[in-house]
């Protein structure tokens, strides 16, 4: 049978990171010039950025064949067919003045 460890056997090693300040950050400061160069190739990487955005939101449009305009045709005309139909019962049943 295994021996239990007793509190006097345990030991723990506890190390606290050293805080750093973020307000000394100068890496920030480097990375910009004040020649404008980097604030150039910026914004030539935000208009590069949104116009992929834009060209990968594109609808997405398929040409009808000859079969789906054949249906479209037929729909449509059984729908005028309908709509006449309708308004000659609608004429029918309307009382004369």
């Known amino acids: 049978m295994p021996a239990r460890l007793s509190a006097e056997r345990i030991k723990v090693n506890t190390v606290i990171a050293p805080t750093t300040s973020r307000t000394n950050n100068t890496s920030l400061s480097l990375i910009r010039r004040i020649d404008g160069r980097e604030a150039l190739l910026d914004r030539i990487a935000l208009r590069l950025g949104t116009a992929l955005v ?3 939101r594109r609808p997405y449009v398929v040409a009808p ?3 789906e305009l054949t ?3 037929e729909q449509h005309e059984a729908r005028l067919q309908r709509e006449a139909y309708a308004q000659q019962q609608y004429h029918l049943l309307i009382p004369r003045r």
């Open 54 to 56: 834009a060209w990968s």
């Open 65 to 67: 064949n000859r079969e």
């Open 71 to 73: 249906l479209r045709r």
